[in-house]
């Protein structure tokens, strides 16, 4: 049973007593439309943990992926050569058709929770060659 609760025009729920806001978001990082995957829907919450230097690999995302920073900083680098500096306490919905890499820039340990709102069985993300623009720097010197 599905149970669905409507709020009165111009009114908010006061859900909890406590909480921090960390906003409304519409857009992706890169100002995509935040848009879903038809085929069902799952949610899948991980911890991603990376050692300073490390980097991801280019990628994109075939969902929604929600990305709040637990500790450390990440520096993410976009096709066209953009470039977003994330620190512990920001979060953001990051690009899904936007080819990007993420950096761990600090001098610690990084930890981002990463939520993918995705659809069931479709992959999270797909691995991309380098952007062309992008071929002949480093993630340092972007």
């Not at 006061?14 to 069902?40: I, K």
Request: aromatic letters at 8%; a negative charge.
């Amino acid at each position: 049973m599905v149970h669905q609760f409507k709020i009165p025009d111009g009114e908010q729920a006061v859900l909890y007593g406590n909480a921090e806001d960390l906003g409304f978001h519409r857009f992706t990082v890169a100002g995509e439309f935040l848009s879903f995957p038809a085929t069902g829907c799952a949610i899948h919450p991980l911890v991603v943990s990376m050692m300073p230097g490390e980097v991801t690999g280019w990628h994109q995302h075939h969902c929604p992926v929600f990305c709040y920073v637990l500790e450390g900083e990440i520096r993410v680098t976009y096709q066209g050569g953009q470039t977003r500096l994330f620190r512990q306490g920001e979060c953001m919905v990051e690009a899904m058709r936007v080819t990007h890499q993420g950096e761990n820039t600090g001098q610690s340990l990084a930890r981002i929770l990463t939520v993918f709102l995705n659809g069931d069985g479709l992959p999270e993300k797909a691995v991309m060659p380098e952007p062309a623009e992008l071929e002949h720097c480093s993630p340092a010197s972007c």
